[in-house]
């Protein structure tokens, strides 16, 4: 996949919270919006692990697994893409 950025791993992020949840991606995007934004959108453990796989495929690499997150770094969409845009900025260098 070409350059990553902060706005296209969102995307790709909350593409892939729509699916794990089995929702419309406009669901989320109502959801993430009626809680306040990013910062104060929470996610469950077990939901972001999984969003973290489906991004794995999305960019073709290897993202930090359960074992090694703390829960800070899922704890909102924010953390979330925080930590994976550390991590996929660090892998295309």
């Known amino acids: ?13 909350l593409d892939a919270l729509a699916d794990v949840e089995g929702v419309d991606r406009s669901a989320i995007d ?11 959108f ?8 999984c969003v973290i796989a489906a991004l794995e ?10 074992a090694e997150l703390d829960c800070m770094h ?3 969409v924010a953390a979330l ?3 994976l845009s550390h991590k996929l900025l ?4």
């Open 1 to 13: 996949m070409g350059t990553v950025d902060r706005n296209s791993l969102r995307e790709a992020l």
């Open 30 to 40: 109502d959801a993430v919006t009626a809680r306040g934004g990013d910062l104060m």
């Open 42 to 49: 929470v996610l469950d453990s077990k939901v972001a692990e």
């Open 57 to 66: 495929v999305v960019f073709d690499a290897q993202l930090p697994g359960p």
């Open 74 to 76: 899922y704890s909102t």
């Open 81 to 83: 893409l925080d930590l």
């Open 90 to 93: 660090e892998t295309e260098s």
